[in-house]
Nanobody, 120 residues
Framework: VQLQASGGGLVQPGGSLRLSCAAS????????MGWYRQSPGKQRELVAT???????NYADSVKGRFIISRDNAKNTVALQMNSLKPEDTAVYYC???????????????WGQGTLVTVSS
């Protein structure tokens, strides 16, 4: 199973970016998909998650600004980031809890990370 993330880049404060992540491989099912981020010198933190049923959870710091969405048929998850702030600068990682074909349990898989820089 592989997760491929894309969409990072440089944006000015107040701007928007959209991150995308696609899961591929021998996938039987995916329950949670989400985004985490890590800034220099800080621990990785949750940004947002979404279940297969569409229930979402957001970090307080991004509520009202970020929107997570998912396409279950395509095994993709996206993060629309609006009103970006310099403190949103980080490497963003997509995550999926995947049950592989033939497996009985779910495992965590991570994308390679994509850098988001918010700066004027």
């Amino acid at each position: 199973v592989q997760l491929q993330a894309s969409g990072g880049g440089l944006v000015q404060p107040g701007g928007s970016l959209r991150l995308s992540c696609a899961a591929s491989g021998s996938i039987a099912s995916i329950n949670f998909m989400g985004w985490y981020r890590q800034s220099p010198g800080k621990q990785r933190e949750l940004v947002a998650t979404i279940t297969s049923g569409g229930s979402t959870n957001y970090a307080d710091s991004v509520k009202g600004r970020f929107i997570i969405s998912r396409d279950n048929a395509k095994n993709t998850v996206a993060l629309q980031m609006n009103s970006l702030k310099p403190e949103d600068t980080a490497v963003y990682y997509c995550n999926a809890k995947v049950r592989r074909i033939g497996d009985l349990y779910y495992r965590d898989y991570w994308g390679q990370g994509t850098l988001v820089t918010v700066s004027s």
